[in-house]
């Protein structure tokens, strides 16, 4: 029996896992794919404090390191269910079942992609999915935006203000945010909208040149930033806690779930912000909710 098991070995589950194991708490990691999450794809991390320039792979084995060195378990397994009986919870995966007295959801969420064939390898080298994290990087460049939602905007706007042009690619007629926000990037003279397109193409030569619409117009652009929204790894989850309309688990900043002894961290949950500090944040609090929880 362990006292709690965390769902997803990313940033917000490693740093909840330090937090129990400071506390001798004895905690258990699953994870379908090993440690690190999305970040473990990133070339290179600028705002995270104390650590500029480190890479995403270094900074997950850190972490990892620094739980499994306070005596975290990992176990390398695909979760398909969890079990609520009364006084303690069970963890099903592929291979075995688990019993904790509490668990916590980090299974993160995935970017929605282009699909488009040289796309994956093109991510660091001018593709991006998020403007805040790399926006820096093409200070003084064109880049390109592609969504219409409020990300996709607030993207834009961001980039506006430190890159030479920035285009909004958006395949609707409409764009889907407050009015205030649509005509803050209007204002902007170095934003071009496109409506009614998608891109068809990305032209790359090791790194991305151009992009290519499906009205055959070409845009040279050293950057593209992907902003078609994410896909919460929530599914296995949905007959027992309570998923918001996207998928996402709902929780407010106490990392609570409606289940008791169930917490969840990251950017799985409900949340405005998702980014690697405050899915650190989250691990911390979903951590010492799980101690008071124990505790109590």
């Known amino acids: 029996m362990y006292d709690v098991i965390i769902i997803g070995a990313g940033p917000a589950g490693l740093t909840a896992s330090i937090y129990l194991r400071r506390n001798k708490k004895k905690v258990l990691l699953i994870d379908a794919l090993g440690y690190g999450g999305q970040i473990i794809n990133t070339k290179r991390i600028d705002n995270y404090p104390a650590t500029p320039g480190i890479d995403g792979f270094t900074f997950a084995t850190n972490i990892y390191n620094q739980a499994k060195d306070l005596g975290a378990e990992f176990a390398m397994e695909t979760v398909t269910n969890i079990i609520n009986k009364d006084d303690y919870k069970e963890v099903i995966t592929k291979d075995n079942t688990y019993?904790?007295?509490?668990?916590?959801?980090?299974?993160?969420?995935?970017?929605?992609?282009?699909?488009?064939?040289?796309?994956?390898?093109?991510?660091?080298?001018?593709?991006?999915?998020c403007a805040t994290c790399d926006g820096n990087f093409y200070k003084d460049m064109d880049v390109a935006v592609v969504g219409g939602g409020r990300v996709a905007i607030d993207d834009a706007i961001y980039l506006s203000n430190i890159c030479n042009k920035v285009y909004l690619i958006h395949r609707n007629d409409?764009?889907?945010?407050?009015?205030?926000?649509?005509?803050?990037?209007?204002?902007?003279?170095?934003?071009?909208?496109?409506?009614?397109?998608?891109?068809?193409?990305?032209?790359?030569?090791?790194?991305?040149?151009?992009?290519?619409?499906?009205?055959?117009?070409?845009?040279?652009?050293?950057?593209?930033?992907?902003?078609?929204?994410?896909?919460?790894?929530?599914?296995?989850?949905?007959?027992?806690?309570?998923?918001?309309?996207?998928?996402?688990?709902?929780?407010?900043?106490?990392?609570?779930?409606?289940?008791?002894?169930?917490?969840?961290?990251?950017?799985?949950?409900?949340?405005?912000?998702?980014?690697?500090?405050?899915?650190?944040?989250?691990?911390?609090?979903?951590?010492?909710?799980?101690?008071?929880?124990?505790?109590?």
Do not use: M
Not at 105 to 122: F, M, Q, S, V
Not at 190 to 195: A, D, F, H, K, S
Not at 206 to 233: C, M, S, W, Y
Not at 238 to 254: A, M, Q, R, V
């Open 99 to 129: 019993k904790a007295k509490t668990i916590i959801i980090a299974t993160g969420a995935k970017n929605r992609h282009l699909n488009l064939p040289n796309e994956k390898d093109l991510i660091g080298k001018g593709l991006s999915f």
């Open 174 to 296: 409409t764009l889907k945010a407050d009015k205030e926000e649509i005509d803050t990037l209007r204002s902007k003279d170095n934003v071009e909208i496109i409506l009614n397109s998608n891109i068809k193409e990305l032209i790359a030569n090791n790194n991305l040149e151009a992009i290519k619409l499906d009205n055959n117009k070409e845009l040279k652009v050293n950057g593209l930033f992907i902003a078609i929204g994410q896909v919460p790894n929530n599914d296995i989850f949905k007959d027992l806690i309570d998923l918001d309309e996207y998928g996402y688990i709902k929780s407010d900043e106490n990392c609570t779930t409606n289940i008791k002894g169930i917490f969840v961290a990251g950017d799985t949950r409900t949340k405005e912000l998702r980014q690697l500090v405050t899915a650190t944040s989250d691990g911390a609090i979903a951590a010492t909710k799980c101690i008071n929880y124990l505790n109590n």
